[in-house]
């Protein structure tokens, strides 16, 4: 028989709101120059703003497997949304390509440097999450956002330590475009990125729910 003590704590503890932590991510840039002729990308002039925005659960992540100072943080997919001048929002193709993963990487130490990253692989920037928008060459084009910090930029892998702003501060590359196989189609200058956080109520338990469990 459950003690008293033991049925009041698990009530307790299910009938709290569920609380989880959101992390947003903005990449902001402008356009450096378009080859692109057609399509929603046509339009896109020199100088235009690009925005990309995105959200990620901070307690999910997958760690180098190639033993790097990599961690990867597996982007909502559905939440992802780019916007190129007057081209957008435009979303990734959803599920990616061969049912890969796109994540959010951090790089802390490996082996000196600091950066972060957008990949449909953990270690490396050179799998692209694909765009719903069909390419020339390519079936769709490919999103590639990876800048380079100094060592000492992030204290940890941890996304919640990088909660802040970064833009030139520190900045040591950068390579920033909309792909098209092998081809920078569109490049795109470096800005800012940005990483924010909020709690929000996922679910709560009603109490004759928790009720039941124990009838």
């Known amino acids: 028989m459950k003690t008293f003590a033991l049925v009041l704590a698990t009530l307790t503890l299910m009938a709290t709101v569920a609380m ?13 120059y378009n080859q ?46 780019l916007t190129i001048g007057s ?8 599920p990616q ?3 890969e993963i ?11 440097a600091d950066g972060l990253f957008i990949s449909n692989q953990l270690d490396w920037d050179n799998v692209l999450p694909k765009l719903e928008v069909p390419g020339g060459i390519d079936p769709y084009f490919g999103f590639h956002w990876s800048v380079g910090y100094t060592g000492d930029t992030f204290s940890s892998l941890d996304i919640m330590d990088a909660i802040g702003s970064y833009d030139y501060t520190g900045l040591t ?43």
């Open 102 to 112: 796109t994540y959010f990487n951090l790089r802390d130490a490996d082996p000196v």
């Open 36 to 81: 692109i002729n057609q399509g929603v990308f046509a339009a896109v002039n020199s100088g235009d703003d690009v925005y990309a925005t995105f959200t990620l659960d901070s307690e999910t992540w997958e760690p180098s497997p190639g033993g790097y100072g990599v961690r990867g943080y597996p982007i909502d997919q559905a939440s992802f949304q």
């Open 97 to 99: 390509p061969d049912g």
């Open 173 to 215: 590359s950068f390579y920033t475009v909309i792909a098209d196989a092998w081809a920078d189609a569109m490049g795109l200058e470096f800005v800012q990125t940005i990483i924010s956080v909020s709690t929000v109520a996922t679910e709560e338990t009603t109490m004759d729910a928790i009720k039941a469990m124990y009838r």
């Open 87 to 94: 081209a957008g929002p435009v979303a990734l193709l959803n």
């Open 20 to 32: 989880a932590e959101v992390v947003t991510i903005e990449f902001i840039g402008t356009v450096e």
